[in-house]
């Protein structure tokens, strides 16, 4: 009797593909194209790729460390055996105040992007509480549902995709040649920029218990992780065609700006349709982030995970109206970002060390 | 129980006001002004006069659909804004803006300022063109009915696309005009109508350097020009003199053509050979028969024509400064450095040479 | 059995002796209680209410045998009437509940504590009719009807096998109604079939008058506008939805059987798709969530984009608009809210009247009202077809709840398009997702087979495939046996062009 209910709330190592990639594709689609130009110009598709595999790398890792022993399938449980209580519980609270800012920054920039394209005197309240409504609610039905949104957000706007077709009908191909003219310093820089687009995966260290035959997921994450790179690789390629360089460098929102030459029959200015629903891409950053944070505190302090979501949605809330202006939202995504970049390019493979040498001694004892 | 029933009426009007009076800033489409051309029109160093054109939309009670201006003279960009919604009976919505015009005096001084406060708006559309006016100030030109089109906005517009389409203008719009005006290896240039009888006509482009017109090339050389610029396009035609003084001409329509260029980079002053290859077909002919002699002379007598007009324009446009065939942009790609100051010396000196290789495919349905 | 403690139980409490019933009886008007003496002198009480026993049959079968006879004992009458469910009981709650249902009672002395029970009930049942909510077409003409016995016979018609189970449950304190849960005892997934029996067992409440009723008491989210249960008035789905392992319920006294467990797009399946070819019926499937989509988002998008959205509009399509609007007084959304509100007095007003008015009103509506409408510039005419096509689409879905549900959730959409834009309607959809999402029919998901994603179940979902490619039966179901045929032979035919001659 327990065993299919059990099956019930496990989700299949399939959909880890749509967590994944959910979590990478967000806000940073519509502008990370403009800021890896500005760090390698128009050769800068290299290091989309060499980021890609780097990430790849991190993957692996962090499969390894989950999969090290069995009793200790998610981060907080490995923190409190590596490090005991306290030093552990110091490293969890922060990556959960990691997700909990990388869920904020995406709130606050896309509220900006409506403030910016659509409604200048929309107020900042009216669309944030809805929106964190929303994705309370979706939390609150536990990590079946949030599994949904991330499968929704990658079937419903995959398409969009395929408008970055339209553009090239004004682009240029002389824009990207010669294809090889880099330096390796330029490239390192971009990889650095480009990493960040792709953080955001690591919420696998929290929801590992929750796939049936975690194992068997890992060739979907790495898909799910192919995929990211790929949409971030030909939207990137796609504006290179489309703008000159120093144009884009310009730019804030490339690919928003790239819609505008978009013209159906039916709509002229698809921007605007993109923007309503770029909601639905980033609804799955909100809620895998905020699910982790409700979950992780839950897990440190005994608090009963209604609670924890009730608190993460306020605090939410309370840190909107704090970050009022656009360099405000632009330092917290960066500092999120550095953060996120130490997460993944120091810490993990650390830990990764760690829960080598105590396999082996624990094998050796 | 009766308190309960105010409530709930108090409660319900509120929720009715709430959902039509809240909210962010409304543009019904009936309570604004959509715009569809802006133009604007040189005075001196410090004021301009901006000109828009809005659609008064007929209904039963307000008669014929006709279309209205509306002007004014200002220093700055965003003061003409203000100063023209204070003619509106509605407030004026730039969201469907099709077209910005120059007059002329005003592309020579330059439109950058101009261009820059359309950029900044999201609500402007990056299909917008932008037009130049020949002969006439842009004010004339809008207060004016044209019998072949209602509204002048409409029918300027329709004209320069359907002249881009398919006939001799180059492919534009804002986006490009924007993508080579911050490029350093490409200049923009943009079409150019002028009033011809009762009607309009487009007269050519005008090239720019930064961001002031420098050359005006005509219908002939806007051809030429899209010749050199844009792959497998299908539009244009070309008139083709075989005798001069027996009158005898052709008329080819282009079907497909190419443009190579070539760097030979070892040259200390930079040559360039540009391959045009043209395939086209005879739309007219004034002679009597097309016999294959005729047909290899028609071949000729094009290969001759198009590589000494198409020499001709690049030589024009290289003395004025103006590089709308992005040629800089095609000696990057292929490796050169064109970021340092002298780029603009080489790009007067560059040695072009052109070869044109001209395919007739077909003579129409008559022999 | 556990003892139940329902507080409808304690209503009611049970007789403790055979007088009292026969008390209460007594106020009613129709109850016969008479005492008979035979030539013989022998006495027989005869009790009964005359309008539930068939008075024929008392008068023609029972009656002559009471007389003639000479009896020593109860056992000797049940030998000699030729009835077959006869019983001899002294149990007062057995002969109250007997007595209600169409029982004759029969006792040697009025103060006997025992007697026998004749079955006699009169049965009034309406003829099987063509059905009319889930017409079709193609296929079998016959509806449920309100009488559970019919129904049954119906359903066992079509599944002429053992396994064929059906299990009766009396549920409602006050109408004691019968309550049929049927499904194929090796094919269903038991778990399905305890779900569903255990919640119709819990269900404490007095009256049960027809089986929507059982269907809003047995849902999984029933604050929900969503039915998460398929109810259906054609015995043949019904027999369909049996074979694939599901458990249906039927009620006495209602002509409508519940299906479970249920998928979300199975709402939008009519039963004739199976009696299409394949390409037909996946092409209407279609068009119907096409349908259901218009219908949700048709004038929350005209509202949202009228008054925000100018830039959306299409050059051409501009002028139209504006012209349309140009007279109007009031903003989009008033006018909307209008042009609904009138459409769906309409269909209620046409709902509530005899058929014949109905057509009517339908036509006296849409017309008169519509044109007046627009002459009086109260609303666009574009708007006018607008809100008739998406009323219209929201009547193509082939079951009846999930319309009503469609015309429901167009409000809410209206609102939110109004407050902000179509950023408004992006954020309710995404909500209705995720409401969506969170809905299980039976314990079973609800959104299957898009989520969780089941590339089997989608061959019969968006599509229906032809019926070879339909070996399985769908995984939701959990039925205790995959495979519906083999598909052998489907493999075998691969022989090249021409071979039958060499």
Redesign the interface.
């Known amino acids: 009797m327990s065993q299919p209910k059990k099956a019930m709330y496990h989700i299949q190592p399939q959909l880890v593909f749509f967590l994944v990639h959910t979590m990478q594709a967000g806000i940073g689609i519509l502008s990370f194209q403009r800021q890896i130009a500005i760090e390698a110009g128009y050769q800068s598709w290299i290091a989309i790729i060499i980021a890609g595999l780097i990430v790849h790398g991190i993957i692996w890792l962090i499969y390894e460390i989950l999969n090290a022993d069995e009793n200790r399938n998610h981060l907080p449980a490995i923190h409190k055996a590596y490090f005991g209580k306290w030093v552990g519980g110091m490293l969890t609270m922060v990556l959960l105040f990691y997700f909990f800012f990388m869920a904020t920054a995406v709130l606050r920039t896309y509220i900006h992007i409506i403030q910016l394209w659509m409604f200048p005197k929309v107020t900042m309240t009216e669309l944030a509480i809805p929106l964190l409504f929303v994705v309370g609610y979706a939390i609150y039905h536990g990590f079946r549902v949030v599994t949904g949104v991330a499968f929704f957000g990658f079937m419903i706007p995959i398409w969009l995709l395929f408008t970055n077709l339209a553009p090239l009908e004004f682009g240029e191909t002389m824009n990207i040649l010669p294809l090889f003219d880099t330096s390796v310093s330029e490239q390192i820089r971009a990889v650095e920029t480009m990493t960040l687009s792709f953080i955001g995966f690591e919420a696998i260290l929290f929801y590992y218990p929750f796939i049936q035959n975690g194992k068997a997921s890992q060739k979907w994450a790495h898909f799910g992780h192919g995929v990211t790179v790929i949409a971030h690789f030909f939207v990137a390629l796609t504006s290179f065609l489309f703008y000159s360089e120093p144009q884009l460098k310009k730019l804030l929102y490339p690919t928003l700006s790239m819609w505008k030459i978009i013209q159906l029959p039916i709509i002229e200015r698809f921007e605007y349709v993109g923007i309503a629903l770029w909601l639905i891409v980033i609804m799955p950053n909100l809620t895998i982030a905020l699910w982790v944070f409700s979950r992780g505190f839950k897990q440190m302090t005994g608090m009963k995970q209604k609670h924890t979501l009730t608190i993460g949605l306020v605090l939410s809330y309370l840190s909107l109206l704090i970050i009022q202006t656009y360099d405000q939202t632009v330092w917290l995504t960066e500092t999120v970002a550095k953060v996120g970049m130490m997460i993944l390019g120091i810490y993990i493979p650390v830990l990764f060390v760690i829960s080598k040498v105590k396999k082996k001694k624990g094998e050796t004892s | 129980m009766k308190s309960n029933g105010q409530r709930l009426i108090k409660l319900s009007l509120a929720l009715l006001l709430f959902?039509?009076g809240?909210?962010?800033?409304?543009?019904?489409?009936?309570e604004?002004r959509?715009m569809h051309t802006i133009g604007f029109d040189y005075i001196d160093d410090n004021h301009f006069r901006g000109t828009v054109t809005i659609?008064i939309?007929?209904?039963?009670?307000?008669g014929e659909?006709r279309t209205e201006i509306i002007t004014d003279t200002s220093r700055t960009a965003k003061d003409i804004k203000v100063k023209l919604d204070a003619q509106s009976s509605k407030r004026l919505?730039n969201?469907?803006l099709?077209s910005i015009l120059f007059d002329e005096t005003f592309l020579q001084e330059g439109v950058s300022e101009l261009v820059d406060t359309f950029l900044r708006d999201?609500?402007i559309?990056?299909?917008v063109q932008l037009i130049g006016v020949e002969d006439k100030s842009v004010l004339d030109l809008l207060d004016q009915t044209y019998p072949i089109e209602e509204h002048v906005a409409?029918y300027i517009n329709d004209l320069v696309d359907q002249n881009i389409e398919d006939q001799n203008i180059p492919?534009t719009?804002l986006?490009?005009y924007?993508?080579?005006?911050?490029?350093?290896?490409?200049d923009p240039f943009i079409p150019v109508v002028k009033e011809k009888d009762e009607n309009l006509k487009v007269n050519g482009i005008m090239t720019f350097n930064e961001d002031r017109a420098v050359c005006k090339l005509s219908l002939r050389e806007s051809f030429m020009m899209k010749l050199l610029l844009e792959e497998l396009n299908d539009g244009g035609a070309i008139e083709i003199a075989l005798d001069e003084d027996e009158n005898e001409f052709t008329v080819l329509r282009n079907i497909m053509s190419e443009a190579n260029y070539t760097f030979d980079f070892n040259d200390p002053s930079l040559s360039l050979q540009i391959d045009i290859d043209f395939k086209a077909r005879i739309n007219e002919y004034s002679g009597q028969t097309l016999s294959s002699s005729k047909l290899n002379e028609i071949t000729s007598a094009t290969k001759e024509q198009i590589e000494n007009e198409a020499g001709a324009l690049v030589t024009q446009l290289q003395e004025n400064n103006t590089d709308p065939l992005?040629i800089g942009?095609?000696a990057?790609?292929?490796?050169y450095d064109i970021s340092n100051d002298d780029w603009d010396e080489t790009y007067k000196n560059l040695d072009v040479n052109i070869n044109a290789d001209v395919t007739i495919l077909s003579t129409g349905i008559e022999e | 059995m556990t003892k139940s403690n329902k507080v409808s139980d304690d209503l009611r409490r049970p007789k403790e002796s055979l007088s009292e019933v026969f008390r209460a009886c007594e106020k009613s008007q129709d109850f016969v209680r008479h005492t008979l003496t035979t030539q013989y002198e022998q006495t027989f009480t005869y009790t009964f209410f005359e309008t539930m026993v068939d008075g024929q049959l008392f008068k023609e079968q029972i009656l002559p045998v009471l007389q003639k006879g000479s009896f020593s004992t109860l056992r000797d009458v049940k030998s000699l009437i030729p009835i077959e469910d006869t019983e001899i009981s002294a149990d007062p709650i057995e002969i109250e509940k007997r007595l209600i249902s169409g029982y004759i009672f029969i006792q040697f002395e009025k103060a006997d504590p025992y007697g026998l029970l004749l079955r006699a009930p009169s049965v009034e049942r309406r003829a099987v009719t063509v059905p009319e909510v889930e017409y079709s077409v193609l296929g079998p003409k016959e509806s449920f009807v309100e009488n559970l016995d019919v129904n049954l016979h119906l359903l066992r018609r079509r599944l002429k096998i053992a396994e064929l189970t059906v299990e009766n449950i009396t549920v409602g304190s006050l109408t004691n109604t019968r309550v049929s849960v049927l499904y194929l005892s090796h094919i269903a997934n038991s778990e399905n079939v305890n779900t569903v029996l255990q919640r119709i067992r819990d269900i404490d409440y007095d009256e049960i008058i027809d089986s929507s009723y059982i269907n809003q008491m047995i849902e999984d989210n029933k604050h929900s506008p969503f039915p998460q249960l398929l109810d259906t008035e054609r015995p043949d789905r019904v027999a369909s939805e049996l074979s694939r392992g599901k458990v249906a319920v039927l009620v006495d006294g209602s002509p409508t059987a519940i299906t479970t467990p249920t998928r979300f797009i199975e709402f939008f399946s009519a039963f004739e798709d199976y009696y299409l070819s394949w390409h037909i019926a996946s092409i209407y499937r279609l068009i119907r969530l096409f349908a259901v989509l218009f219908s949700i988002f048709a004038t929350s998008l005209y509202v949202a984009v009228l008054t925000y959205h100018t830039e959306l509009i299409p050059m051409d399509l501009l002028s139209t608009l504006v012209i349309s609007r140009e007279d109007i007084p009031f903003p989009p959304i008033i006018e909307a809210l209008f042009l609904e509100l009138t459409i769906d007095l309409l269909r209620e007003a046409g709902a509530r009247l005899p058929s014949k008015v109905g057509q009517t009103i339908g036509i006296v509506g849409g017309i008169v009202i519509g044109t007046a409408a627009v002459e009086a510039s109260l609303t666009s005419n574009i708007l006018l077809i607008v809100v008739a096509l998406s009323a219209l689409a929201s009547f193509a879905t082939p079951i009846y709840r999930i319309g009503n549900t469609i015309r429901l959730i167009r409000f809410p959409f209206l609102i939110f398009a109004q407050i902000w834009g179509i950023i408004g309607i992006t954020i309710l959809s995404m909500f209705m997702i995720i409401h969506l999402l969170t809905l299980k029919s039976i314990g079973r998901p609800y959104l299957e087979p898009i989520f969780p994603p089941r590339s089997n179940d989608l061959r019969d979902a968006f599509f229906r495939l032809p019926f070879s490619l339909q070996f399985k039966r769908s995984t939701y179901v959990q039925p205790e046996h995959g495979k519906r045929f083999s598909i052998r032979e489907l493999l075998n035919k691969n022989e090249d062009i021409d071979e039958h001659i060499d």
């Open positions: 959902i039509t809240c909210g962010p800033q409304q543009n019904i489409l009936d604004i959509i659609p939309y007929g209904s039963e009670t307000e659909t919505h969201g469907k099709q999201p609500k559309g990056m299909r409409r492919k719009n986006h490009i924007l993508a080579r005006f911050y490029d350093e290896g490409a992005a942009m095609h990057r790609s292929k490796g």
